[in-house]
């Protein structure tokens, strides 16, 4: 509860201070508020024209707007109004700086008005903001739940370019792209090429990729392309390229799932391991510390305990090789206590025994849990769920592909996640994403590819994945 101080309770020379660190959400909700879009303070921006991203400077007015909320929170507090405020700026300000904010009532004037001297300086001392304010303090005690604003949601993807900077580190990982003759397929093998992620080899129709192409205005000249107008035919050939040795992975294009897999999970000459082959997606959730992966819901329609083992081994090493140590996973059901008549619920509780038990290696494995004490640590403790897992969860396991599926799209199209998709249990990575989905996706679909194969390789990540917190 924030209290304030009335008029006649404060005296010349009370102080208050707050420290605030910057963090590029708050350059994003200023540039929103104030409809200041100035490229010097937006992040993941070259506003140099140099081609390199260059680190955002905090507005000298979201550095003033701090002092406001010393003056309305603290001193005097809630009720009090501003009249004039000067402010002299020293230095800019950049995401990451720890700064104190300070004021201190200089002078008490008639009408219940207070001269105020208003400081901002980094947490080295140096002094990034001066100026004094005057205010007309509050004649009444205020008490003020600042609690109950409702919470913002800052739609922004950082786990994804986090990720892509990573795979870029590594060397590009040889593919056999499957009938990428649409415009989003193709732009997508194209950017992730580009971005160093990809050596793409162009497998199909050679009229249809060329009129792709030319629709979004690329030179094919660069790359390897193989003519084969059939698709089932070029999924067949990109197979092959694996036995070959020639590619170290495959990328579906504009073709459907089941002409792509047919191939990929044929006995003889397909791309089967001791693994049973599963799907997972990626989630970058605005507002999740971590990335989210959510298995199985592509391939794995209604699966048994047994595809459920192979499921979250395969989740979990998709996990592990994103960078997250002893990722925590949540196996899902409508209730988070076992119940016979729930099938899934069952399953769940088997899986965490066998967790327990090192016949599912790599994580932490807990279920049955609903979706909302999986993800949300305040529901789980309304429930008295003492987990590692509850409320904490970076792998979701889903009972089956219907759920699974109505999960990712739901994340996607309403709470504004970022997908990409990825099949594990072959003999190498397989890019599986929506002929629907845009290059973005298409790129974060060949950076998680390009780690998975990394992990395959060494038994360890490029990188440990901090969490994002905010």
Known sequence: MATNKTFDQIVVGDCAEITRVCSTNDLLIFAHASGNRNPLNLPDTDWTGDGVVDTPLAPSMWVGALISAVLGNILPGPGTVYRTQTLTFHRRVAVGDSLTVRVKVTAKKPNEMLDLETTVSTEAGDLV??????????????????????????????????????????????????APDDASSLEGAILAAREGLIEPILIGARDRIEAAAKDIGEDLSPFSLIDIEDESEAAAKAVAMVHEGKVKAVMKGHLHTDDLLRHIVKRDGGLRTKRRISHVFVMDIPGRATPVV???AAINIAPDLNTKVDITQNAIDAALSLGLPLPKVGILS??????????????????????????????????????????????????????????????????NLESGNMLAKELTFIAHAEAAGLVIGAKVPIMLTSRADDSRARLASCALALLFNHWKATGSPVETLEPIEG
């Open 334 to 399: 409508a209730i988070e206590t076992v119940n016979p008549a729930i099938p899934s619920s069952l399953d769940a509780a088997i899986l965490s025994k066998m967790a327990e038990r090192n016949q599912i290696r790599g994580g932490i494995v807990d279920g049955p849990l609903a979706m909302d004490n999986a993800i949300d640590v305040q529901a789980a403790r309304t429930k008295g769920i003492t987990s590692l897992v509850a409320g904490r969860a970076e792998v979701l396991i889903v009972p």
């Open 129 to 178: 903001a001066s100026g004094m304010a005057e205010v007309v303090a509050p004649k009444q005690q205020i008490e003020f739940d600042a609690s109950e604003l409702p919470a913002l949601l800052i739609e922004r993807h950082r786990h994804f370019n986090r990720l892509i900077t990573l795979a870029k580190t590594l060397p590009a990982l040889p593919t056999a792209v499957v």
């Open 294 to 296: 959510i298995s199985d």
